[in-house]
């Protein structure tokens, strides 16, 4: 087998393994129909890096998709969520987006609430927690530290 057959060969192996482990990784995700279940929303003052087809995860376990988001009248972020049939929601849960990491992806994250009555269609959640910008965090830790540094230099001056 000469050298250049044998390069292809190898180069070949190495796409097919790319492939299988790519469809291992993001093949299989939506275990949730999207014909089915209901949708509800919720409402917030910042979706920052939010989309359309982010997941929706209760405990952990994904429950649904972001389905689409708008501005209503009072200039807050509505955000739409087609969640997984025969799910069981309390009508006071709460709803938060989260960051995979410092700069992951967002996701939504649904903490259940204690209330008998379990949402319907259409409901929408009022407890909500905005998602967190970076940029923001980073330059309030860097204050922070300007500060008790600034503190620490008066203390040794005196």
Do not use: C
């Amino acid at each position: 087998m000469s050298a250049e057959a044998r390069e292809i060969s190898i180069g070949a192996v190495v796409v097919a393994v790319l492939l299988t482990i790519m469809i291992f990784v993001y093949g299989g995700q939506d275990d949730f129909s999207e014909d089915g279940g209901i949708r509800i929303s919720a409402s917030f003052n910042r979706v920052d890096g939010l989309a359309v087809g982010d997941p929706v995860y209760l405990s952990g376990v994904r429950i649904g998709s972001v389905e689409k988001m708008w501005l209503n009248k009072n200039f807050r972020a509505i955000v739409s969520f087609q969640l997984k049939d025969g799910l069981v929601i309390s009508e006071d849960s709460s709803a938060a987006i989260h960051t995979d990491g410092l700069f992951g992806s967002k996701f939504v994250i649904v903490e259940p609430g204690g209330a008998e009555q379990a949402m319907k269609e259409g409901h929408t959640i009022t407890f909500t927690q905005d998602a967190v910008i970076v940029s923001n965090l980073l330059d309030l830790i860097i204050s922070e530290g300007k500060a008790n540094r600034a503190k620490d230099k008066a203390k040794v001056t005196q």
